[in-house]
């Protein structure tokens, strides 16, 4: 068994491209009973990957003390700016698998469904038919819409049926698909969960910070010099991160950290040198979610890129919830304006209001992401709400 | 332990029933979808408003209306 | 006394089709989802409720009736069992089948928290089927079937119905919400950065 490379690579050491390579790297799965892998889950302090951060060994106790539990492995990424799930899918499938086996176990689950993106499936399907997990995993074609992978829609996903979210409750450790207990954790989680099995909660907490240990697979991308998937300790700075990518291509004004629904934070000395994690990222209303970093160069204007990704997000909505329905396309349009047109204190207020309006107002978090980002937008680019009243922009290019 | 009136909202359709039968609670958004007076996404639901709550509930037309305690955990549960 | 029964049973079943034709006028207001002058959607609701249930009372005692009149020759079995009945069958198993569906539709709404909006609907939709079928029984049962006045009480309830329903397929959308405005389409989100 090799010997991982470095510690900052254990998800994208594990590549292999054959159920035998895979063993050979890392040894077979070891047989542990289900109490034994909470137990290991717990003492390891992994949290989610999948943007929530929740602890692992909560959503794993949630589901195991219930009958006929289902595992869904959700790789389904509807967010554009995160490739992180796609590459561990496409480098090291049967580690994302070994761990849905260990989920299964933990759970006592008696289905298990992996949901992909619809180009990956005919090679996942192959990596699958190379398996003889004791509970088959079956593949669910996601579609590539942002909202394709919350939770709940998942769940739909792997009923049937189209993948919009449902309201809670129930909780789908409660009731999700076809009513039984169901526990939904993104690949890289269940990837983190091969390895932890294999070398201990001890090795897994060896990096990264007390809270959230391990290591995190990033997706920066933006101006930066190498954009793409890299995996970097818990609570490693921001600027680690951009170095990770090559670091900055040009002059850099701000940072979307933790994609669409998340926030602005300029890029100064000061934030350059925070850590990505939840407690330092507050002040900015950010978090490291799913592990998405965007390079905003001084030369895009940001209040433009934030019209962009809320028109973007308005057209995602799943069309189920009046607020969101009608909020977001509202805040899109207003945006709109702001960002090309005339931003009168008015149209910034209405802004502020219409985003109250549309906060936490829909079965799932998408508008309250959305009004997030939003809100991040007035306050880290209120400078140049300024210069655009006055006719111009930071960015250099005219408004009008 | 207080009672909040939830509102699920894949299945309201600002019917406005609600709005009629809890205006103390409840007033309509830009699109007629009831919106809390309280500034709190679910209204907390005093005990002198528990029968106009629970009639709001029992005649929304869609079923969309809930009451349910307040575990006390704020944000519990969110995907 | 047997005419009294008849007059009294015939009396009953001209006011359950009143009754019910306002019901179903009613029902297509609630459904709207507007209101009436004077009257919020809720009440809209809760008149449509009540005046069912008196419709039903109405209906009790319009049966009842008939089963004390030997002239009807009405059997308990022909309550709820249609087309089976000695005076006039097919008539009178028409009002058989309405009332049948009456219970339905009741029933159903009484329930509507346990079986969900979707079955409700599902199952209120007989109300289409049970109003005609009322009307048909109210002028193929009646002895006095070509008297003018029960014509024009009938005239007069299709009327009704008929209008509001036109008025609700005619009318504007309920859904209250404001039209959506048109979203900027993204010039493409890669070229953003």
């Known amino acids: 068994m090799t010997e991982l490379r470095t510690p900052t690579q254990r998800l994208l050491a594990a590549a292999a491209s054959s159920y035998g390579r895979h063993v050979q790297l890392l040894g077979p799965l070891p047989d542990v009973s289900g109490e034994r892998v909470r137990q290991l889950v717990q003492d390891s302090g992994l949290t989610g990957r999948g943007g929530a951060g929740f602890p692992t060994s909560r959503k794993l106790a949630a589901v195991a003390g219930r009958r006929r539990a289902v595992v869904v492995a959700n790789g389904a990424e509807g967010e554009p700016a995160s490739s992180k799930d796609r590459v561990l899918l496409l480098r090291a499938p049967h580690l994302v698998l070994d761990g849905v086996a260990v989920a299964v176990r933990a759970t006592g689950a008696t289905e298990a469904f992996l949901y992909a993106p619809d180009d990956l499936a005919d090679r996942l399907q192959d990596v699958i038919r190379q398996r003889a997990d004791p509970v088959g995993v079956t593949l669910i074609r996601a579609d590539s819409s942002f909202i394709a992978g919350q939770e709940t829609a998942a769940v739909a996903a792997a009923e049937g049926r189209p993948a919009v979210p449902r309201s809670v409750p129930p909780m789908p450790f409660v009731s999700g698909v076809r009513g039984r207990p169901t526990l939904v954790n993104n690949v890289e989680t269940l990837a983190q969960l091969g390895l932890i099995i294999r070398y201990g909660p001890d090795w897994f907490r060896a990096i990264g910070t007390a809270d959230e240990p391990g290591s995190r697979l990033l997706t920066v991308s933006g101006a930066v010099f190498r954009p793409g998937v890299y995996e970097a300790p818990t609570g490693d700075t921001l600027a680690a991160a951009l170095r990770l990518a090559g670091g900055a291509a040009g002059s850099v004004q701000a940072l979307l950290v933790g994609g669409y629904h998340g926030a602005w934070v300029p890029w100064l000395p000061d934030t350059a040198g925070l850590p990505l994690t939840r407690s330092a990222l507050a002040p900015y209303d950010a978090a490291p979610g799913a592990g998405i970093l965007v390079a905003l160069p001084r030369r895009r204007c940001g209040l433009l890129a934030t019209a962009e990704i809320v028109a973007y997000l308005a057209g995602q909505n799943a069309g189920q919830c009046g607020p969101c329905r009608n909020g977001l396309p509202t805040l899109a349009g207003q945006l709109w304006e702001l960002a090309t047109g005339w931003p009168t204190t008015g149209l910034v207020r209405e802004i502020s209001r219409v985003a109250g309006l549309v906060d936490g107002r829909g079965a799932c978090a998408h508008p309250t992401g959305t009004v997030r980002l939003v809100r991040s937008c007035l306050r880290i680019f209120s400078a140049d709400v300024e210069l655009h009243r006055a006719g111009r922009c930071a960015a250099g290019r005219g408004t009008r | 332990m207080t009672d909040r009136l939830r509102v699920d909202w894949t299945r309201c359709r600002a019917r406005g029933l609600c709005l009629e039968l809890l205006p103390e609670l409840l007033t309509a958004d830009d699109w007629g979808y009831p919106l809390s007076r309280s500034g709190e996404t679910e209204p907390s639901v005093p005990r002198w408003l528990s029968a106009h709550a629970e009639r709001a509930v029992v005649e929304c037309p869609r079923l969309a209306l809930r009451i349910s305690p307040d575990p006390g955990e704020p944000g519990a549960g969110r995907p | ?193």
């Open chain 3, 1 to 193: 006394m047997t005419d009294a029964l008849w007059y009294f049973g015939r009396g009953t079943g001209v006011t359950v089709l009143v009754l019910f034709s306002l019901v179903v006028v009613l029902g297509i207001v609630t459904r709207s989802g507007q209101p009436l002058p004077g009257l919020p959607r809720f009440a809209v609701a809760a008149l449509h409720r009540t005046v069912s249930l008196a419709a039903l009372a109405f209906l009790t005692l319009h049966v009842l009736t008939l089963l004390l009149d030997p002239y009807a020759q009405l059997r308990l079995e022909d309550v709820v069992l249609p087309f089976r009945a000695a005076y006039r069958p097919a008539w009178q198993g028409l009002g058989t089948v309405a009332l049948d569906l009456v219970v339905l539709l009741v029933a159903s709404s009484l329930l509507r928290q346990r079986i969900g909006v979707r079955a409700w609907r599902w199952l209120h939709w007989a109300a289409y089927l049970c109003w005609p079928a009322a009307v048909a029984h109210a002028i193929g049962t009646g002895t006095d079937r070509h008297s003018g006045w029960l014509l024009t009480v009938v005239v007069a309830c299709a009327g009704a119905v008929g209008a509001a329903g036109i008025w609700r397929l005619v009318g504007r959308s309920f859904e209250p919400d404001i039209p959506v405005a048109r979203v900027p389409p993204p010039t493409g989100l890669a070229g953003l950065w």
